[in-house]
């Protein structure tokens, strides 16, 4: 009969497994002997006494052959030991020390082990691994939770960072069937989902790989377990920090809503800078109702049988409502799209109707005022000036010397001043009157009819005058008023 060692040989080949001891270690099943020569007969084996033979149990971890002992116990017992001791650091996780190691049994003559050996080598090769969940988008893992319940928990606290817990509440408790009419100017929310799938796969790792919610929601959200923060420095402003961690000044602003971009900083204040890169956005999809206005529309209507500058308000517009609904979307909480489903008009609109008159009469002002230089700018406004009241405007340095009537009219004056030298004053017979002064040369007489822009005068420097110009004055009523206030 071979030796020991040949059997040995023989039963470290891959072995064909079965489960034991709940599925933590495996055992192998092997020939009750092994034959020396193939003229070994039955009968000698029958008659040899079953109680003269032994067992020993190889351990292998994995692949690897570690040793053998006398009792499969003790392996049982490290694996349990392993687990324990682990469980003081990773409480509440599901522990498995034993899923790696296989048992093989054998028969021999002799039990010959290393036991001491077998289990030091033992204690070194044993992985301690926790029953958890891979939680991917895609095809790619992100991070690993201890309980499939877990996975919908980061779902749900991704989704949590722009909706509320209220509003997800209510999403999961009603349907389209039984939610109420949307009333006026009320929003809610319809729908929440995230841009790309998220799976879930039951995977075997070592505890420490393992994370909180939290951390996987913040992961799904920025890329990152934990925000990267920089404490500020002297010299520091926000251009420089944003530029230094590959961000805009805005993106900055955005990671900070306590900052503005005037706000001043401080020594040692933390910023977060972190460089967001999500694995997965959240889509919002809201309905929304509101009472808004309708503009009325402005129309203007021409009478030739009125003057022109004539204005009657025929028809005060009234603004009127309408009811409208519009669909919202938002992605990580910045609005994407708005589109109107529907529209129902509550109060019509009234126009705003004005009808001006069109009839020119050449006596008759238009009530509009003209320009009634060649270009030229204004070198005194109407006020106070140099301790007297300055009634006009005056009109320097123009393009041509000619002066014209600002508007329809006729002269009622025409001659000298002591104070405006030569000037005109043209009535335009609907209670307003024009002045011009200082004119060199007078071009219209008394009673003549003017039309808007006909000349009647050359600019000068009469009366008291220091240098070229036109006094321009307009009167409503009998009373001066700025002429700024009538020109086009």
Request: no cysteine; charged share 25%; hydrophobic share 35%.
């Amino acid at each position: 009969m071979e030796s020991n060692e040949s059997q040995l040989d023989l039963n470290h080949k891959k072995p064909s497994l079965i489960n034991r001891h709940n599925g933590k270690l495996k055992i192998a099943a092997v020939l009750a002997l092994l034959v020396s020569t193939v003229t070994f007969n039955l009968g000698f084996a029958n008659e040899t006494d079953k109680e003269e033979f032994a067992k020993i149990y190889h351990v292998y971890v994995a692949d690897a052959y570690v040793g053998s002992v006398a009792d499969e116990a003790i392996v049982e017992q490290i694996v349990k030991k392993k687990e324990q001791e682990a469980s003081q650091q990773y409480q509440n996780i599901e522990l498995d020390a034993g899923s790696d190691i296989t048992i093989v049994p054998e028969q021999v003559f002799t039990v010959e082990t290393n036991e001491e050996q077998t289990v030091k080598d033992l204690q070194q090769a044993i992985t301690v691994q926790a029953k958890a969940y891979s939680l991917k988008v895609g095809n790619t893992a992100v991070a690993t939770l201890k309980a499939k319940e877990d996975i919908e928990a980061v779902i749900d606290g991704l989704k949590l960072q722009y909706v509320t817990q209220t509003q997800l509440d209510g999403l999961k408790n009603n349907t389209a069937s039984t939610l109420p009419s949307l009333q006026k100017n009320e929003t809610r929310l319809i729908d929440v989902t995230l841009t790309e799938d998220i799976t879930d796969e039951e995977v075997l790792v070592s505890p420490a790989e393992i994370t909180t919610v939290e951390k996987a929601v913040q992961l799904l959200q920025t890329g990152a377990e934990a925000k990267e923060t920089y404490a500020v420095k002297s010299g520091d402003v926000l251009g420089s920090i944003a530029k230094a961690h590959s961000l805009t000044t805005a993106e900055l602003l955005a990671l900070n809503p306590s900052l503005k971009a005037d706000t001043v900083l401080q020594i040692d204040q933390e910023l977060n800078v972190t460089v967001e890169k999500p694995y997965v956005s959240v889509k919002a999809v809201y309905e929304k109702k509101t009472l808004e206005a309708i503009n009325y529309q402005k129309v203007v209507k021409e009478d030739p049988t009125m003057l022109k500058g004539e204005r009657i308000v025929q028809q005060e517009g009234a603004i009127g409502k309408k009811e409208a609904e519009y669909t919202l979307i938002e992605e990580n909480g910045v609005r994407t799209e708005i589109v109107q489903t529907d529209e129902n008009t509550v109060l019509e609109p009234k126009d705003n109707i004005v009808v001006i008159g069109t009839k020119v009469i050449p006596s008759v002002g238009t009530g509009t005022f003209a320009w009634p230089a060649e270009g030229g700018h204004i070198s005194s406004q109407m006020g106070s000036r140099w301790g007297r009241y300055h009634y006009g405007i005056d009109i320097a340095r123009p393009s041509g010397y000619t002066i014209k009537a600002s508007d329809n009219g006729v002269v009622k004056t025409a001659g000298r001043h002591s104070t405006y030298g030569n000037y005109v004053v043209i009535d335009h017979n609907n209670g307003y009157e024009t002045l011009y002064a200082h004119l060199s040369e007078i071009d219209v007489s008394v009673g003549q009819v003017v039309g808007q822009g006909a000349a009647i005068g050359v600019m000068g420097s009469t009366g008291r005058s220091t240098g070229t110009h036109l006094h321009f004055e307009v009167h409503k009523n009998g009373e001066e008023v700025n002429p700024l206030s009538y020109l086009n």
